[in-house]
């Protein structure tokens, strides 16, 4: 059974496009969108199990030129 993430992402200004770009790149994201509110962007990502999202998911995303902070909200249902 897999595991659904939703991870907010703040990103520095000037660089939401290729950041979001870059995020449908990843393995796992299966979508990407600019958003309102306290963080700029929203991704649900689907992986194998918890560890995955952090070890995936939380560590690529921190490496994308751009990216300042993430907050992961993992589905339970």
Avoid: C, F, W
Avoid at 14 to 26: A, D, M, N, S, Y
Avoid at 28 to 43: H, L, N, R
């Amino acid at each position: 059974m897999s595991v659904q993430a939703y991870i907010l992402v703040n990103i520095k200004a000037g660089k939401i496009v290729p950041v979001i770009e870059q995020l449908t790149r990843l393995e796992g994201v299966k979508e990407a969108y600019p958003i309102t509110g306290d963080y700029d962007a929203i991704v649900r990502a689907e992986v194998n199990d918890v560890r995955e999202v952090h070890r995936r998911m939380i560590d690529r995303i921190h490496e994308i030129e751009g990216v300042t902070d993430t907050a992961t909200h993992i589905v339970l249902q």
